[in-house]
C-alpha cells in the first residue's frame, strides 16, 4: 500500500491530468452527440415540414408539387406564393384538359399573347393541339427559380391505358400578376423587360429598347442611329462570336448570327434601323448582363475600312 501511495504522489499531477482529458473527451462526445440528435430532429421536422406542404398543396389545388425549394438556388418557397402559383398553373392544365381552349388562352398574359401566341387560333394549333389535343394528360410542377415553373406533362393513364413511356413534353411557365389576376407565360417564354438605355460614341447611338428572355435565349430589340457621313455595317462577320452579350463577369454570350441578313446589318450615313437580335442566353442564373458588344463594327472611309468595337450599355 505504501509503495501505491509512494507511486501516487510522484504521479499525481499525470493522473489527474489523463482523468482530466478523459473526462473532457467524454463530455464533448455527448455534447456532439445531442448537437447531431438535435439535427437529425430538425432536418426530420423540416422534411416533415415541406411534406405536410406538399400535401396541402396538392388537396387545395389538386396540383402535384415535387418540391418546396427552387431547383436552382435551394430556396424554400414561401407556402402561400408556391400555393397561389400552383392554382394558376393548375386551372390553366384543368381548362386544357377539359377542352376549354378560349378560357385557357384567357389566362395567358397581354405580353405571352403578343410574342408568343397573338391569336387564339395560333394557341390552338402551337399549343393546346400539340400537347393536349382532346385528351387529358397528368403533369408535375417544380418550382425553377423566382416565378418560374417546371411542369412536366405526362400521358393520363388513367383515361388512356397506355404508359407514360408513349408521352411527356416538358413546359417552363411564369407567373405574372396583371390586372389583380394571376396570368401565365408559357411556351418557354419567361416575360418582357423595358430597358430603354442609349450608349453614343464616334457619331453611333444605340438605344437598347426591350429584352424578351426565353428558356433558351433571349432578343434584345434596339434601335441604331448612324450619323456619321460614311455607311457603317454593325458585324462584319470576321468569326461567328463577333457579336455577344457581356455580363458583369465577363462571360460572352453569342449572337445568332446566322438569323442577320447583310442588309439588316449595313447602315448608309445618317439612317437609322431598329432590330431584333436573338441571343445564347439561358435563362436561370444570376449572371447580369451588361453590354451588347459589336465587336467588329465596319466603317466606311476614304481610305478603305477601318474595324472598331461598340458596346452598347444594357
Avoid at 21 to 29: F, K, P, Q, T, Y
Avoid at 244 to 255: F, P, T
Wanted: proline share 1%; with cysteine.
Amino acid at each position: 500500500m505504501q509503495e501505491i501511495k509512494l507511486w501516487y504522489n510522484a504521479h499525481r499531477k499525470n493522473i489527474w491530468i489523463i482523468v482530466g482529458i478523459i473526462a473532457a473527451i467524454i463530455v464533448i462526445v455527448q455534447f456532439l452527440n445531442f448537437l447531431g440528435s438535435t439535427s437529425r430532429e430538425e432536418e426530420n421536422n423540416s422534411i416533415i415540414g415541406r411534406s405536410n406542404i406538399i400535401s396541402n398543396i396538392k388537396n387545395e389545388t389538386n396540383v402535384d408539387v415535387e418540391s418546396t425549394s427552387s431547383a436552382i438556388t435551394g430556396e424554400e418557397v414561401p407556402e402561400e406564393v408556391l400555393k397561389g402559383d400552383t392554382s394558376a398553373i393548375g386551372k390553366f392544365m384543368d381548362f386544357c384538359n377539359q377542352g376549354k381552349v378560349e378560357e385557357a388562352y384567357n389566362m395567358l398574359t397581354n405580353e405571352c399573347k403578343e410574342n408568343v401566341f397573338n391569336t387564339l387560333e395560333a394557341f390552338q394549333q402551337g399549343y393546346y393541339q400539340d400537347i393536349f389535343d382532346g385528351q387529358q394528360k397528368i403533369y408535375t410542377v417544380e418550382n425553377l427559380m423566382g416565378k418560374t415553373y417546371k411542369v412536366r406533362i405526362m400521358e393520363n393513364m388513367l383515361a388512356t391505358g397506355k404508359s407514360n413511356d408513349g408521352y411527356s413534353k416538358q413546359d417552363y411557365i411564369t407567373v405574372k400578376e396583371e390586372d389583380g389576376e394571376d396570368k401565365l407565360n408559357i411556351n418557354n417564354y419567361i416575360g418582357h423587360t423595358d430597358i430603354n438605355k442609349t450608349t453614343e460614341k464616334d457619331e453611333i447611338s444605340m438605344q437598347v429598347i426591350s429584352k424578351e428572355a426565353y428558356m433558351d435565349y433571349e432578343e434584345y430589340k434596339i434601335n441604331v442611329t448612324n450619323n456619321k457621313d460614311q455607311a457603317i455595317v454593325l458585324d462584319g462577320r470576321s468569326n461567328v462570336d463577333s457579336l455577344y452579350l457581356e455580363d458583369s463577369r465577363g462571360q460572352k454570350y453569342s449572337a445568332y448570327t446566322h438569323e442577320l441578313t447583310t442588309p439588316m446589318l449595313n447602315l448608309d450615313a445618317g439612317s437609322s434601323r431598329e432590330l431584333t437580335i436573338k441571343f445564347y442566353n439561358r435563362y436561370g442564373s444570376n449572371k447580369t448582363i451588361e453590354y451588347i458588344v459589336f465587336s467588329d463594327l465596319l466603317v466606311s472611309n476614304y481610305q478603305g475600312t477601318e474595324r472598331t468595337e461598340f458596346k452598347a450599355e444594357v
